[in-house]
C-alpha cells in the first residue's frame, strides 16, 4: 500500500512510502522506487530473497541478442543487491518470525531509498533492521548500500553473505558468460562478464565495511566464488544495544561507456568518501535538478504534488542526457518490459518535457534519430519505399527494426499473435519530424536544423511521397495498410492520424526545398474530414463497425481485459480503442480543427477507448482541458498519475511507463498551465483545477528560462534570461525583455 508524504508545508511533499509488505506484490515497487541516474537503472529488489522479486540492473546502451530467434535487448546484468544476514543462525526474511513493522521510503528530493524495519526472529529478541541505499546522480558509474542492524534486547551472533550475483537472466534468457571473478586486495570483489553477441565486457566491482557502533570490525572476511557468484561472508556477535552497519559501495562499467572509467580506482575513491559522503554529493546532484525544475503545485490534495515530483524523478532517471548513441526505453532502465526498446512515446510524450525543460538532453535524443537514420533509409529501402522509414522499436544505433513478431496467446487459435507493428505502424516516421520541428520552434537552434534537422525533415517526407498511392475513385493519394496509434485495428486504410502527421511531415520538409514529388503527393494526399455528425472517422469504413457496450472493460482492473473474449481478428471489427489515436490528432495539430470538431470527436472516441495503454490518458486530460470540460480533465489527470502511483498497489512489475511520467508532465504544463507551441508561437494561459491554489513552473523558451506563476486569478511570467522573448500571454501577445516579469488575468 503506497502512501504521500503530507509534509509539514505546502511545498515540501518528495516522499513516497510503502508501509505493509506483501511479497507478492514487491515487483510493482521494485518499479516506482527504482533508482538511477540515465547510464545506471537499479531496480529496488529486496537485499533478501522473496518469490515474486526480479532483480534487476541495467546500463543503458548494452544491447545483446541472444540468438537469431530473439531481438536485441537490454540484458539483465549481475546483481549487487543481494545481501543475506542471520541472527543467531535464523535467516533475516520478513515472511518469518513477527514483522513488527516495515516502511520503504523513496525520498524524491535525494534519490535515497530507506526501509526501517522491526523484526522478531522466531525464536529471539526484536531487532530493528534499516536499510539505505541510492545511485550516485553525481557519479555514473556508482552504487551505494547500507545496512544497520541494533541488537535491542539481546547479544546476536550476526552472519552477512553478500557479493556480486552472476546467477541472473531476462526472462530466462542469458545474455553473459564469464569472464573473470577475482578479489584485489582482499577486499575489492570484481566480476567481468560479456554479452553473449554484442561483445560488451560488463565489469562489476564491490567493496564491504563493517562498523559496530562506529568502529571498523576486525572481522574475517571469507571469499565465497562459485559459478556466476562471487561474494563474501563474514560472522560476529553484536553486543545488546550496539549497532553493527554495513556499507556496501559498488561500481559498474562496461567497454560501451562513452568515456573509460577504471572502476577500480573509482569504487576505491569512493571508499574514502563513504556512504554518507556519497549520499552527500549525489543529494546535491539532485538538488541542482530540483532547483532548475520543481513544479509546485500548491492544492487540497497533497497527492498532486507528490505525483508531478514523481514524474520528474522519473523523467530524470530514464535518460542518458549526454549520449546520442541510445534513446529512452518504454519502460526506462526500472524493468525488462519491451526489452529496453525506444518507441514513438519518446517523440509524442516525453520530448515536449524535454524540449521545454533540458534542451540539451531534446538535443541528445534527435540526434539519436539522427543516428539511426542509416537504419530508417534501410528499413525505407527493403520495403520498396525511397527516403527514410523509422523502425517501429529501436535499440543500438546500427540495429534497424528490432520489434519482436510474436506476442501473446490467441484465444482463438492458441497460438501466439503475429505482431504486424515493426511493418505497418508507420507514423513514428511522422511523429519524429513533428519533434523536430518542435525542437527547432522551441529552441531556436538553427544549427542543429542545418546539421541533422532539415536531413531527416525531407528523408521522411520523401519516404511519406513513396508510401502514398494515387486512388482512382477518391482522385487523391492514399496511405493504405497501416496500424495507426489505435493497435487494436490492423490493416488499414487512411488512418486519420498517419494521414494528418505524413501531410505535416511533408509540408515541413517544403519549407525547406520545393521538391514536386513531395509537393505533389503533400498537396494531393487524402485527409479525413468530419462526416454529417463531425465525427473524423478514424479510417476508412471505421464508422461501419460495430459498437459495442464497454462498461466491463472500460471497469476492468487489468488491461487487455477485453482479449479474454475477443481475439484481434475479432476485435478489429469493433469501434474499440485501445488507445487515443484521433484524440491525439486534434491535439497535436491543435489549430487544423475547429473547438466544435474538436469537442465531438472526444465525445465520440472517449465512449470507445479503453485506455489499454498507459499514453492514452494523459492525451484525454490535456485535450478535456481545453475543451472547458475541467472535471473530467482532473479525473483523467488522476488517472495517468495512478499508471504507476496509484492509491493502492501498483501493479506494474515489467517496469514503469515511461510515457507515462511524460504525460504527466503534460497534464500540469500543456493542460493546466495551458503552454502550446502553435504556429511558431508560445501560449501561456493556465487555468487551475479547483483545489489548486497555485502553480509554479518553469520552461526554458528560446533559450531564456521562464518562471510561470499561476494562481485563481491568472499568471506572472518572469523572463530569467537575458534577451527579450515574445510569448502570448492568455489572449495578450507581448514581448518580455530579459530580467522582466508580465502578468496577465486569466479572469473573463
Ligand atoms: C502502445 C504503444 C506504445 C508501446 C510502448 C503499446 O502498448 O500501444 O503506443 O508505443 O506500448 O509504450
Not at 535487448?73 to 533475516?92: A, H, I, K, Q, Y
Not at 534499516?130 to 544497520?148: D, I, K, N, T, Y
Not at 568502529?215 to 562459485?226: C, K, Q, S
Not at 542526457?321 to 519518446?346: C, M, N, P, Q
Request: net charge negative; aromatic share 10%.
Amino acid at each position: 500500500m503506497l502512501t504521500f508524504d503530507r509534509g509539514t508545508g505546502a511545498f515540501d511533499q518528495f516522499v513516497i512510502e510503502e508501509t505493509t509488505f506483501d511479497a507478492q506484490a514487491e515487483g510493482g515497487y521494485e518499479a516506482i522506487f527504482c533508482q538511477g541516474n540515465g547510464y545506471l537503472g537499479q531496480r529496488a529488489a529486496l537485499e533478501e530473497r522473496y518469490a515474486g522479486q526480479t532483480r534487476n540492473l541495467f546500463v543503458t546502451g548494452t544491447f545483446d541478442r541472444f540468438h537469431e530467434s530473439e531481438v536485441t535487448e537490454l540484458p539483465n546484468l549481475p546483481d549487487l543487491t543481494n545481501l543475506r544476514l542471520s541472527v543467531n543462525g535464523m535467516p533475516f526474511s520478513m515472511e518469518q518470525g513477527d514483522l513488527v513493522s516495515c516502511t520503504r521510503r523513496l525520498n524524491l528530493k535525494t534519490g535515497e531509498l530507506t526501509r526501517y524495519v522491526q523484526w522478531k526472529p522466531p525464536q529471539g529478541k526484536p531487532l530493528t533492521l534499516c536499510f539505505r541505499r541510492f545511485v550516485s546522480m553525481a557519479r555514473e558509474h556508482l552504487l551505494g548500500f547500507q545496512v544497520e542492524i541494533t541488537c535491542a534486547g539481546e547479544d546476536c551472533a550476526i552472519t552477512v553473505e553478500s557479493g556480486i550475483d552472476g546467477t541472473v537472466t531476462n526472462s530466462g534468457t542469458q545474455h553473459l558468460y564469464e569472464r573473470e571473478k577475482r578479489l584485489f586486495g582482499g577486499r575489492i570483489l570484481f566480476m567481468e562478464e560479456e554479452t553473449v553477441q554484442s561483445g560488451i565486457r560488463c565489469n562489476l566491482y564491490a567493496a564491504h565495511s563493517y562498523q559496530v557502533d562506529g568502529h571498523e570490525t576486525a572481522t574475517r572476511r571469507l571469499p565465497v566464488m562459485r559459478r556466476r557468484y562471487l561474494g563474501e561472508t563474514v560472522s560476529m556477535t553484536v553486543r545488546k544495544g550496539q549497532t553493527l552497519r554495513i556499507e556496501k559501495l559498488c561500481c559498474v562499467t562496461t567497454s560501451r561507456d562513452l568515456l573509460t572509467l577504471d572502476g577500480e580506482a573509482a569504487l576505491r575513491e569512493a571508499i574514502g568518501m563513504g556512504y554518507e559522503g556519497l549520499l552527500c554529493e549525489s543529494a546535491a546532484a539532485w538538488a541542482a535538478l530540483w532547483a532548475a525544475q520543481d513544479i509546485r503545485i500548491d492544492a487540497q490534495n497533497g497527492y498532486d504534488q507528490v505525483a508531478i515530483r514523481f514524474a520528474l524523478y522519473h523523467l530524470n532517471i530514464m535518460v542518458k542526457k549526454d549520449d546520442d548513441r541510445v534513446g529512452i526505453g518504454a519502460k526506462g532502465l526500472s524493468g525488462e518490459g519491451y526489452k529496453g526498446h525506444s518507441f514513438w512515446d519518446t517523440e509524442i510524450f516525453l520530448l515536449p518535457y524535454y524540449t521545454f525543460t533540458q534542451p540539451d538532453t531534446a538535443h541528445t535524443l534527435l540526434r539519436y534519430r539522427y543516428r539511426i537514420l542509416e537504419g530508417a533509409r534501410r528499413k525505407a529501402r527493403d520495403h520498396g519505399y525511397r527516403g527514410a522509414m523509422y523502425p517501429w522499436e529501436s535499440a543500438w544505433i546500427d540495429d534497424g527494426e528490432v520489434t519482436p513478431l510474436l506476442g501473446g496467446a490467441d484465444i482463438v487459435t492458441g497460438e501466439s499473435t503475429p505482431i504486424l507493428t515493426g511493418h505497418i505502424e508507420q507514423h513514428i516516421t511522422a511523429d519524429i519530424a513533428y519533434a523536430v520541428w518542435q525542437y527547432a520552434q522551441a529552441t531556436g537552434d538553427s544549427a542543429f536544423m542545418e546539421n541533422h534537422g532539415w536531413e531527416m525533415l525531407m528523408e521522411t517526407a520523401r519516404f511519406w511521397a513513396s508510401r502514398a498511392t494515387w486512388d482512382e475513385r477518391r482522385q487523391a493519394y492514399v496511405i493504405c495498410d497501416v496500424i495507426g496509434p489505435d493497435e487494436y485495428k490492423e490493416h488499414v486504410d487512411n488512418n486519420a492520424y498517419t494521414n494528418y502527421m505524413a501531410e505535416f511531415n511533408m509540408r515541413l520538409a517544403l519549407k525547406r526545398l520545393d521538391d514536386q514529388d513531395i509537393r505533389h503527393v503533400a498537396e494531393g494526399l487524402w485527409l479525413p474530414v468530419p462526416d454529417e455528425n463531425g465525427i473524423i472517422p478514424q479510417f476508412d469504413g471505421y464508422m461501419a463497425l460495430q459498437a459495442i457496450d464497454l462498461t466491463r472493460y472500460k471497469q476492468a482492473e487489468s488491461v487487455g481485459d477485453i482479449f479474454k473474449d475477443y481475439n484481434l481478428s475479432q476485435i478489429n471489427h469493433l469501434q474499440v480503442c485501445k488507445q487515443s489515436d484521433t484524440v491525439l490528432l486534434l491535439l497535436l495539430l491543435e489549430d487544423r480543427f475547429s473547438p466544435e470538431v474538436k469537442r465531438r470527436n472526444y465525445e465520440f472516441y472517449e465512449a470507445r477507448t479503453l485506455h489499454d495503454s498507459s499514453l492514452s490518458k494523459a492525451t484525454h486530460c490535456v485535450l478535456a482541458q481545453d475543451l472547458g470540460l475541467d472535471d473530467i480533465a482532473y479525473d483523467y489527470f488522476h488517472a495517468a498519475c495512478a499508471v504507476d502511483l496509484p492509491i493502492g498497489t501498483p501493479k506494474s512489475p515489467e517496469g514503469i511507463h515511461s510515457a507515462a511520467m511524460g504525460g504527466i508532465w503534460q497534464c500540469v504544463v500543456y493542460g493546466f498551465g495551458n503552454v502550446r507551441l502553435t504556429g511558431g508561437k508560445l501560449r501561456i494561459a493556465p487555468r487551475l483545477p479547483k483545489g489548486w491554489h497555485r502553480l509554479s513552473f518553469r520552461i526554458i523558451w528560446q533559450g531564456q528560462p521562464l518562471a510561470v506563476d499561476a494562481d485563481e486569478k491568472g499568471v506572472r511570467v518572469t523572463n530569467l534570461g537575458r534577451e527579450a522573448v515574445g510569448v502570448r500571454v492568455y489572449e495578450q501577445e507581448t514581448i518580455i525583455p530579459g530580467g522582466q516579469e508580465y502578468a496577465g488575468s486569466g479572469m473573463a
